[in-house]
T-cell receptor, first 114, second 113 residues
Framework: ETGVTQTPRHLVMGMTNKKSLKCEQH?????MYWYKQSAKKPLELMFV???????ENNSVPSRFSPECPNSSHLFLHLHTLQPEDSALYLC?????????????FGQGTRLTVV | EDKVVQSPLSLVVHEGDTVTLNCSYE??????LLWYKQEKKAPTFLFML????IEKKSGRLSSILDKKELSSILNITATQTGDSAIYLC?????????????FGKGITLSVRP
């Protein structure tokens, strides 16, 4: 248990659906992240929020829309996804910016787009 | 573009063996190198190495950062089946006012009884 909780753990959605992934941490961390992990590929950084402000959008398609209402919660809203978006989506948090302090990861959401 | 390369990509050993996992990097404005263990889903933090802390040890695991060679190794001695996992290397670098982690593809370690 890392202190970072993601829901749901598994999600199957059609290409026309809208769904949201949720992440929460009560570690007192100030930075939160979304990563995508596909088979045989490195973890890809998608979004970074620092003190609720988005500080990085790593050229992610607009069908992925993040939301950070407060420092403890992070959402990833999904709509009109493609089958190639199927992957493990990991949320992480860190006290300071990643690289200055270690990041703690949630269990991830295994997303399948059909 | 920042790059992190891990080798080998996969490794099979027997319990009791010692393994060495490698990570090399090319990044601008290096800040730190981190090792994670990923067993099922959540990567769990192992070590963070910086210019001021180039060697870390915890039980059977140890890691060294070689800033001259731009690389790091993770050693596991007396391996156990519970060490079977994917080992991820990530490098932290400054990006202006921010910093970010770049991950390697990971090394899949299988420890056979």
């Amino acid at each position: 248990e890392t202190g970072v909780t993601q829901t749901p753990r598994h999600l199957v959605m059609g290409m026309t659906n809208k769904k949201s992934l949720k992440c929460e941490q009560h570690l007192g961390h100030n930075a939160m992240y979304w990563y995508k992990q596909s088979a045989k590929k490195p973890l890809e950084l998608m979004f970074v929020y620092n003190f609720k402000e988005q500080t990085e959008n790593n050229s992610v398609p607009s069908r992925f829309s993040p939301e950070c209402p407060n420092s403890s919660h992070l959402f990833l809203h999904l709509h009109t996804l493609q089958p190639e978006d199927s992957a493990l989506y990991l949320c992480a948090s860190s006290l300071g910016l990643a690289g200055n302090t270690e990041a703690f990861f949630g269990q991830g959401t295994r997303l399948t787009v059909v | 573009e920042d790059k992190v390369v891990q080798s080998p990509l996969s490794l099979v050993v027997h319990e009791g063996d010692t393994v060495t996992l490698n990570c090399s990097y090319e990044v601008t404005n290096f800040r730190s190198l981190l090792w994670y263990k990923q067993e099922k889903k959540a990567p769990t933090f192992l070590f963070m190495l910086t210019s001021s802390g180039i060697e870390k040890k915890s039980g059977r695991l140890s890691s060294i950062l070689d800033k001259k060679e731009l690389s790091s190794i993770l050693n596991i001695t007396a391996t156990q089946t519970g060490d079977s996992a994917i080992y991820l290397c990530a490098v932290g670098a400054y990006t202006g006012a921010n910093s970010k982690l770049t991950f390697g593809k990971g090394i899949t370690l299988s420890v056979r009884p």
